[in-house]
């Protein structure tokens, strides 16, 4: 599956290297977990100095919130079944596109609840 990420710039200073689009492509059959830790190896996302920062994932085919990533976390918390493949959760579709939105440090427990009673 091809995964084409997009996130908002965290400063000035970075809006040098945009626009921060990348490909990354994973096996259909690997877990959502997988997609984060894939994420994290290739260092897509910046580090903010103080180690908190605070991200919303989300699907651009439908606006939906798929997880909310934290710096100071080891996984993201999905708004789906984490143990779910790529397959399950895109419907079986080659091509997705994801979207990082940067919320600052905010709290990212507050963060992820605020979303789970907007959408769910």
């Known amino acids: 599956m091809i995964i084409e990420l997009t996130r908002n710039s965290v400063a000035m200073g970075e809006d040098v290297y945009a ?23 290739i260092r897509y996302l910046p580090s903010i100095y103080g180690g ?5 994932l989300y699907r651009t085919d439908n606006d939906l919130p798929l997880a909310v990533v934290a710096q100071q976390w080891e996984k993201a918390k999905f708004f789906v079944q984490s143990q779910q493949t790529l397959a399950q959760c895109f419907e079986e579709v080659n091509r997705i596109t994801l979207h990082f939105v940067y919320r600052a440090q905010e709290n990212p427990d507050t ?10």
Request: proline share 5%; hydrophobic share 35%; no cysteine.
């Open 19 to 41: 626009p921060h689009d990348q490909k990354i492509i994973i096996p259909s059959y690997k877990q959502l977990d997988h997609l984060w830790n894939k994420m994290k190896e």
């Open 52 to 56: 908190e920062a605070t991200r919303i």
């Open 111 to 120: 963060v992820y609840r605020n979303l789970l009673e907007h959408f769910w």
